[in-house]
Structures are given as C-alpha cells and as structure tokens.
C-alpha cells in the first residue's frame, strides 16, 4: 500500500498526464528527488523544507498538503487543521511546526518526554505573561 505522500503524487501524476520529469521542472527540484518520494514506501526522515515546497509547487498543491502527506509517510501524525479560528494565513508556517511538534513527541521515550515537557517548563517561565 502506498503512503500518503506517494497517493497524491501518483493522483496528480495520472490526473494530470505527467511525468516525475514534469513535476521536478515546474517546482525547480530535480527528478531523481520526485521519483525518490513517488516511490520509497517508508520515508526515514522529512524532507527538506525546500524540496517539499519545491514538490508543492510541482504538483500545484498547498504546501500544508505535501507537508503533512510527507509527515505521515515518515510515521508521524500530524494533528490539527491549520490556523486557529480568527487568524490569518500568514500564521499557517507556525501552526505546521506545532502540529509537527506535537506528533513528534509521541515517538519519544518517556524521559525523553519528561526532558522535552522540562524544557517547555523552562521556557514558559522565562517567557513575559500576556495578562
């Protein structure tokens, strides 16, 4: 079964007629790179943040889609939906890193969660209260 950032680039390939040399030309990526995430089952790690915008704009896709399609074909959920009600766009690149944030720290090993939450701690009390 394919993962989900391999579904939609194998969709937009045979909706649209094109080839992994078509996608890699209109996102300014190279084509071994398209055909490497068209076709690793399991990625190992996300992909830079330059090649999955390369990749969005070669599938002419919103970034969040081919960000979060890379997430889970890397085994991390990402939860959320974009911004929170009464924000604008311009606030979606931090609601992506959070949403990544969050499901990463599931693939933690418990100290490691308690490091990571005394960190959070940490920079929470340094940080200036909103009253």
Do not use: F
């Not at 078509?22 to 190279?30: L, Q, T």
């Not at 071994?32 to 330059?50: D, F, G, I, K, Y």
């Not at 990571?116 to 209260?129: F, I, K, N, T, Y």
């Amino acid at each position: 079964m394919a993962n989900a950032l391999q579904q939609i680039i194998r969709e937009h390939l045979d909706r649209n007629g094109w080839s992994y040399g078509d996608v890699a030309r209109r996102g300014g990526i190279p084509r071994s790179t398209v055909h490497h995430l068209a076709t690793t089952e399991r990625a190992v790690r996300m992909p830079q943040p330059a090649t999955l915008e390369g990749l969005s704009k070669g599938l002419d896709l919103p970034l969040d889609t081919v960000r979060r399609a890379a997430a889970e074909a890397c085994g991390i959920h990402v939860y959320g939906t974009g911004p929170a009600p009464g924000t604008d766009a311009s606030h979606r690149p931090a609601d992506s890193e959070v949403d990544l944030l969050i499901a990463s720290v599931q693939r933690l090993s418990d100290d490691d969660r308690r490091h990571v939450a005394a960190l959070v701690e940490s920079l929470l009390d340094r940080a200036p209260r909103e009253n």
